[in-house]
């Protein structure tokens, strides 16, 4: 695994509150990302990134990066093997 590239987003919750057009700007930013990795995510957000096909994962939120990156990795890996079996 390496380091490909870096997407610059604002934050969506700013002081216990976001806004409709900034959770817009990050979804466009995220465009062509299917799933975004997240220490913490509220309904709203999470339904506005599902609605534009990016699933929120906050399964490794406590964890660095690169091992929850591997793991969601093995995971997706393990699904492809289950279908393909």
Not at 65 to 80: F, G, H, N, T, V
């Amino acid at each position: 695994m390496r380091f490909a590239f870096h997407r610059r987003c604002d934050n969506y919750c700013v002081d216990g509150g976001g806004e409709e057009d900034r959770l817009e700007r990050v979804i466009a930013a995220l465009d062509g990302i299917d799933t975004v990795l997240v220490a913490k995510i509220g309904d709203c957000p999470r339904e506005g990134l599902a609605a534009a096909g990016i699933t929120a994962r906050d399964s490794w939120a406590q964890d660095y990066i690169e091992p929850a990156i591997l793991s969601l990795y093995r995971e997706r890996m393990a699904q492809k093997q289950a279908i393909t079996a």
